[in-house]
């Protein structure tokens, strides 16, 4: 291997920590994701419906599928995204 391919791999590896680094640091303080869905059946619903006088509320974390929001709560102190450096808090019920 010559100077200039090994210089060239060190200058990759860098990199790829750089955004690694950048990716964890940033993920901490991140909000978790923000859903509508009726608090009984957990389906999902409009934006709309989660404001003032409406019947949803919101959902975060989790995924939705089929029309259902899961795995995340209706509680957004409970719903934690983490990462290097960050505490988890609570758990995913609600």
Do not use: I, W
């Not at 060239?8 to 993920?27: E, F, H, N, Y």
């Not at 009984?40 to 974390?61: A, F, R, V």
């Amino acid at each position: 291997m010559t100077a200039r391919q090994r210089k060239l791999r060190s200058s990759t590896v860098v990199l790829g920590s750089m955004g690694v680094l950048a990716l964890a640091l940033t993920s901490c303080g991140s909000e978790p994701d923000k859903r509508c869905a009726d608090r009984t059946t957990k389906e999902t619903l409009p934006s709309s419906q989660c404001k003032s006088g409406g019947s949803g509320s919101h959902y975060y974390g989790g995924s939705s599928s089929k029309g259902k929001v899961d795995g995340g709560s209706f509680n957004k102190s409970a719903v934690d995204r983490g990462g290097l450096g960050c505490s988890s808090s609570g758990s995913g019920g609600g």
